[in-house]
């Protein structure tokens, strides 16, 4: 918000009537030419006031110099009012200014009070994960409000579509630190989704009357998931890899290759979550820690395998959990290493498992979608659709299956007729 602002007083009288003699005084307020008007609860007689020098004359029986004195300390009020919140670099309009002037104060109606309710109340109950995501949001609201509106706050009511548009070139466009590439069209999308939610909190608590972003939609670009093959997937499995560290983060991606984990769920594992199923053989049965679904999942022979290699590491017994505590980030930094070391040239993050149990461990051998996206944890057929791939040599198999089958019945046929 721009705080070059033109800004102007006028005293001015109103007339109750046409029959009395005695005329309001009234100040009117003007910023960047919207105006509004208030009360001095001050009166003068009609034909005293002054309208060019805006002030009352002298007559008789009538106090003019006090009543010129309270307008000239009502003049300053308003102007120190004014200077203040170009000072604190505050939003300024005729409104704001007036309630000032009366007293009447909007706190908890500002955006940054709105975000800081947000996070008091929301801390305890959301993911930590969750609220890292939140953090990172207002970052980026204070730098708006600061870089491009030249404020520091902004009231709930002055947020509009407008806002957000300008928003989103925002977030386009910022950097928040000199060497960051800045964020990609779905990052700014999350940006503001984090801040639609926010501001429907503002609506349920009733500081404001409506979301903006009831009108507006979010536009993501669809990316395709990435994945291993089976022939990547192989060259990381029998690569020999000494460094610790690099063999932890190896065997964990495997892990999740075989189960379809996402990290959170994985590292949460301990032996409680370890049941003999139906079957006879060995399940997993968890919470997906972001959605709060149940998940059931067999336990395959190489999965089995990496749960017994870690049964008694120091740190997994120490902690409680199946696998050793290791972070996302570091995970994600150390499989570039066991990428390259394995001879695949593609960009490994530890979710990229999960795609490819998804793809190349369950659907390209046949597991019906439903399994998979049961297994996965997703309530609907059409989020396993984005996660799973139908693989070429799958489609090549199910076509030269078809070419048989036609070839078949088409010998048959000839056959059946030479008789």
């Given amino acids: 918000m721009n705080n070059t602002q033109s800004f102007g007083l006028q005293f001015i009288v109103r007339h109750k009537s046409k029959l009395s003699e005695m005329a309001g005084i009234y100040i009117r307020i003007t910023v960047n030419r919207r105006k509004t008007e208030v009360s001095t609860k001050l009166f ?34 308003i102007q120190s009012i004014y200077h203040d919140l170009r000072i604190k670099e505050q939003l300024i309009t005729p409104q704001i200014i007036k309630n000032y002037f009366l007293g009447i104060k909007e706190e908890g109606r500002t955006l940054l009070r709105l975000v800081d309710y947000h996070y008091s109340t929301q801390k305890s109950i959301l993911r930590a994960s969750t609220i890292r995501h939140y953090k990172v949001t207002y970052k980026y609201i204070k730098a708006f409000l600061k870089k491009k509106l030249k404020t ?27 060497n960051y ?6 990052s700014v999308m999350k940006h503001l989704a984090w801040l639609r939610c926010i501001l429907n909190l503002a609506v349920r608590l009733k500081w404001m009357m409506n979301n903006p972003f009831d009108t507006y939609k979010l536009r993501y670009k669809k990316s395709e998931r990435g994945f291993l093959s089976q022939e990547e997937l192989t060259m990381i499995e029998e690569k020999e890899i000494d460094i610790h560290r690099l063999e932890l983060t190896k065997d964990l991606f495997i892990f999740s290759c075989y189960t379809g984990l996402a990290y959170m769920d994985m590292q949460s594992l301990t032996d409680e979550n370890i049941h003999i199923g139906i079957d006879g053989y060995k399940w997993i049965i968890t919470k997906r820690l972001k959605t ?85 944890g997703h309530t609907k057929i059409a989020t396993t659709q984005i996660y799973a791939k139908v693989l070429e040599n799958k489609i090549s ?23």
Wanted: glycine share 4%; aromatic share 8%.
């Fill in 152 to 178: 520091s706050d902004i009231y709930l009511r002055q947020i509009d579509y407008r806002f957000i548009v300008d928003y989103e070139v925002f977030l386009n466009e910022y950097k928040m630190l000199e």
């Fill in 181 to 186: 590439k800045g964020l990609s069209q779905n």
């Fill in 397 to 419: 198999e199910d076509i030269n299956m078809l070419r048989d089958k036609l070839e078949t019945n088409s010998n048959d046929h000839k056959n059946r007729s030479s008789v």
């Fill in 44 to 77: 003068c007689p009609n034909d005293l006031w002054d309208k060019k020098k805006e002030k009352v004359m002298g007559g008789t029986n009538f106090n003019h110099h006090h009543i010129n004195k309270l307008l000239e300390e009502n003049r300053a009020k």
């Fill in 292 to 376: 709060d679904i149940p998940v059931r999942i067999p336990l395959l022979a190489k999965a089995e395998e990496l749960i017994m290699r870690y049964k008694e590491h120091p740190k997994a017994v120490n902690k409680g959990t199946i696998f050793p505590p290791i972070t996302n980030q570091r995970l994600n930094g150390y499989l570039k290493e066991v990428a390259d070391i394995s001879g695949v040239k593609k960009h490994l993050t530890f979710h990229m498992a999960r795609h490819t149990f998804a793809t190349t461990v369950t659907l390209s051998n046949g597991v019906p979608i439903e399994t998979v996206s049961k297994i996965l």
